[in-house]
């Protein structure tokens, strides 16, 4: 087996020497994510694959904290906490059983534990990273409290690889729930929308929502007593198959994403009411993510100017029309910025370029 | 441009009241809660509005003036120090609460709004913001993003990071930036991370969207005293063990209790060599199957006195002597220092007797308490600035245990941020090429280098000198606040 250094310095060679001819390189982990955001430029691209640089570094269950390899898959580290009574708060989507640490930062998804214990940029306490010249950086740590320096280690979620190589990732990790019920009730779209709201201004131990064809579904997380009483006091269904669900929406096996039409994710205020737009929709978060099935009677732009309205934006998450671009483009100002932080992190603009934004 | 001509400038968009130039004016803004740092700015200018604000970057920007901002000024790492030849920005008057959205749970909030006034306005929804630092009855939340400020609360409810969804910031060229969102996520880099604790160094904040939170049902206290701090240690890990995530969780050490128990009477246990406080909040059901668990815990992890607090009054009074610490170190000591530094908590043995041995070697007293829940020390070394070379050596005693933080792999300020106090251990915690990614991050927003210079992160070719938090005989600025 190679030593992990060996591996970190093949890397640095393969980024050099692409930084030499200007070569963009795609940095891949298991590819289950390929489908997600805008394809690279360029043709004749180089690829790092950072599936070898794999495993747990550190991990102790009282400090909360684990760090792991870039190339961990997301299952061998979830199994890892699980063992110890304790998970990824965020719960985030695999799209893929090979599915690895560094995509699952790189792209920054959460699934349906979002809305009650944050996202992954939550949870993110320190990163390892290789920058477009090759060197060997590191920020944050491995602490919950740490105001030493800029946020270099959150700039890394969701940034589509654009920025740097990730090598390593410190996470704080949250101990699993003692007992969770799912539990369903009928209504119309309206009505789900202002209950979640109010239920979520109250203390009450909801870690799950989603609304589809009338039915309220909530999934209820914590002390066994505290689930019983809440459960009893809101009422509804319970849903005995309720992991299931919940990781089928949270992995998009569920009916509503089995389509070949483009699905769209818009993130806007959790009180927006319903959304007129003509396709299925099926809401999460409280309100606060809405996914649609364009049957493609809707153009891109329609869509981004009502998710803009409402104070948010529209991705175009599945099943491109290329043209379109995957992301909400961004006002010149903060383009502006997003530029010259590319420019500082990647002076060759050869990580993943295009993959977030064709500016970077 | 000279100092009378910028005044002139300054006077065509501002009242005259808004622009102060007169030393007697400009005294009040020379230090933030690090006293012991002092500079008197130039001019200091107090807009009313963000229109405002943007003339006076425009200007300062056209005429390369550098800008330091300025909150509350209850920062504690000289954040707020002026520059002599700099403008002062103070954002004190752009105080209002804009908008609270109940059903949204949030509140949109100008720059100058103090911590506490936003829960205070969301306390008849039932709700409130969760960040607790323990200034909070005075320092504003423009200040808590720039810091990225904690609280005692912050293991379970997060850190400012956690708790805002969207700022709107200006550049040192006046151009405004929305960054973040009214979603819960937004598109390209999260520029929100970014500038949450970037201490007055990327771009001028006018306006924060906060998420608030429902107010917990019941908040319940136990307190357990321990004759041996490593096993107090190992209680706090037993308690995250076994699966709870305490809403606080705080440690005092032996001499701590002394000061604070002469001080305040909570009624803490003096034969204990250290004693932690854990409390649990949420619904009565969550509460009562918690405090349960916390109880057999610490009695299995070998408490030698355990208490439980039967009502409010008694949660308050136990938590009294915790928020007493500060104060007390200042009744038994004519000065002293506090250090910030973060450790991953399975250090802290080490790390307490490394300090005891260190206060042995360098024959200074030091106290130690400690947010045992998140790994943030705050060890205060007790001196008499008026024995010729105490000073000196104090400062010699916090540097070597900042040093070990680092070396135990925690970090050198996990929540007063490093402003001037500590540019130079950030020599120690970040190598050359890391240090020069913050110097880009820095130019991508403020190429010129014109927002509070000189602060937060050093420059390559200097480390500048080392700094602390000196109370000289309990003439503290904000002396009324608890200090942990």
């Known amino acids: 087996m190679e030593s992990l250094q060996t591996i970190i310095n093949e890397f640095t060679v393969i980024i050099r020497t692409a930084a030499e001819s200007k070569t963009p390189i795609i940095i891949r982990g298991s590819g289950s994510k390929d489908f997600y955001g805008n394809q690279v430029v360029g043709e004749n691209n180089g690829s790092l694959d950072v599936t070898t640089y794999s495993g747990i570094v550190d991990y102790e269950s009282t400090e909360l904290v684990v760090t792991a390899r870039a190339g961990t898959r997301l299952a061998d580290l979830e199994a890892a906490l699980h063992k110890q009574g304790q998970m990824l708060a965020f719960e985030p989507p695999y799209f893929g059983t090979t599915a690895t640490l560094g995509g699952c930062v790189a792209t920054g998804l959460s699934g349906p534990r979002r809305v009650s214990a944050g996202a992954v940029r ?10 477009g010249q090759g060197n060997d950086l590191r920020f944050g740590g491995q602490v919950m409290k740490n105001v030493a320096g800029y946020d270099v280690s959150r700039l890394m979620v969701g940034a589509m690889g654009t920025l740097g190589v990730l090598l390593e990732v410190s996470l704080k990790v949250l101990p699993l729930p003692q007992a969770e019920l799912t539990v369903q009730m009928q209504m119309n779209e309206a009505a789900a929308i202002e209950k979640m709201n109010v239920w979520a201004g109250k203390p009450l131990p909801i870690s799950a929502t989603c609304f589809f064809d009338d039915l309220l579904t909530f999934r209820l997380s914590g002390a066994e007593l505290a689930v019983r009483a809440a459960h009893t006091k809101l009422g509804g269904e319970v849903l005995v198959t309720g992991s299931a669900f ?20 818009l993130s806007i205020p959790s009180t927006t009411q319903t959304l007129f737009l003509p396709g299925q929709q099926l809401v999460e978060w409280n309100g606060a993510l809405r996914w649609f099935v364009n049957n493609e009677a809707v153009d891109a732009e329609t869509i981004r100017i009502v998710a803009k309205k409402a104070g948010g934006h529209a991705t175009l998450f599945r099943n491109h029309k290329l043209s379109a671009g995957a992301f909400q483009p961004l006002d010149p100002n903060m383009m502006k910025i997003h530029q010259r932080l590319k420019q500082k992190f990647d002076p060759a603009g050869i990580f993943n370029p295009g993959r977030l934004y064709p500016e970077l | 441009m000279t100092a009378a001509e910028l005044v002139k400038a300054f006077r065509v968009f501002l009242p005259a009241e808004a622009v102060l130039h ?10 933030d809660a690090l006293s012991a740092y002092r500079q008197t700015p130039m001019i200091v200018v107090l807009p009313q509005a963000e229109a405002e604000v943007i003339q006076i970057l425009q ?13 509350a000024g209850t920062g504690l790492s000289g954040g707020a120090l002026p520059h002599a030849q700099g403008v002062l920005l103070s954002l004190a008057k752009l105080n209002q609460i804009i908008e609270i959205e109940p059903l949204a749970r949030t509140a949109r909030v100008q720059p100058g709004v103090r911590n506490l006034a936003i ?10 913001y969760a960040p607790d630092p323990s200034s909070q009855i005075a320092c504003s939340i423009g200040g808590n993003v720039a810091e990225n400020s904690g609280g005692v609360h912050c293991l379970k409810y997060g850190l400012t990071v956690h708790n805002i969804l969207k700022l709107r910031v200006l550049t040192i060229e006046g151009e405004c930036l929305e960054i973040g969102g009214a979603g819960l996520d937004s598109p390209g880099y999260d ?13 001028i904040v006018t306006e924060i969207t906060v998420k608030l939170i429902p107010l917990p049902e019941k908040a319940q206290l136990v307190m357990a005293a321990f004759d041996d701090v490593h096993q107090a240690g190992k209680a706090v890990a037993n308690v995250i063990g076994a699966g709870i995530i305490p809403a606080g969780m705080e440690m005092m050490d032996k001499i701590t209790i002394h000061a604070v128990e002469d001080f305040v ?42 208490s439980t607090s039967r009502d409010e009054d008694e949660r308050l009074l136990f938590w009294a002597g915790r928020k007493a610490a500060f104060p007390a170190a200042g009744r038994v000591s004519p000065d002293y220092y506090c250090m910030d530094g973060t450790i991953p908590r399975k250090h802290l043995a080490d790390v307490l007797r490394g300090i005891e041995n260190l206060s042995n070697e360098y024959g200074l007293r030091c106290m130690n308490v400690f947010h045992a829940g998140d790994g943030n020390l705050h060890p205060l070394i007790l001196y008499d600035a008026n024995n010729p070379g105490e000073l000196e050596k104090t400062e010699e005693f916090g540097a070597q245990i900042l040093e070990m933080c680092i070396r135990v792999g925690g970090t050198i300020t996990g929540e007063h941020g490093v402003g001037v106090e500590k540019i130079n251990q950030m020599c120690s915690q970040f190598k050359t ?7 880009a991050v820095k130019a991508a927003f403020d190429p010129n280098g014109l927002l509070n210079p000189g602060k937060a992160v050093p420059t390559l070719h200097r480390c500048a000198e080392l700094g602390a938090m000196h109370v000289h005989q309990g003439e503290e600025k904000f002396p009324e606040l608890s200090r942990f």
């Not at chain 2, 007169?22 to 230090?31: F, I, K, M």
């Not at chain 2, 520029?191 to 771009?203: D, R």
């Open chain 2, 191 to 203: 520029l929100l991370a970014l500038m949450t604790g970037s201490e007055g160094m990327l771009g």
């Open chain 2, 265 to 306: 009477q909570a009624g803490y246990d003096m034969d204990a060599a250290a004693i932690l406080l854990c409390e649990s909040d949420g619904t009565a059901e969550e509460v009562a199957d918690e405090i349960e668990r916390i109880n057999a815990i610490m009695q299995q992890s070998g408490a030698i006195k355990i």
């Open chain 2, 119 to 128: 829960s205070e306005a969301a306390k008849p929804y039932g709700m409130y």
């Open chain 1, 122 to 131: 939550d949870f993110v306490l320190g990163a390892r990273l290789l920058d």
């Open chain 2, 22 to 31: 007169q030393t007697e004016d400009l005294r009040p803004y020379e230090c």
């Open chain 2, 433 to 439: 090429d890391e240090l020069e990614i913050f110097h």
């Open chain 1, 246 to 265: 919940w990781q089928s929406v949270c992995e998009q096996t569920h009916n509503f994403f089995q389509t070949q039409q483009s699905v769209w994710r």
């Open chain 2, 59 to 71: 200007l300062c920007h056209a005429t390369q003036t550098p800008v330091v901002a300025r909150g």
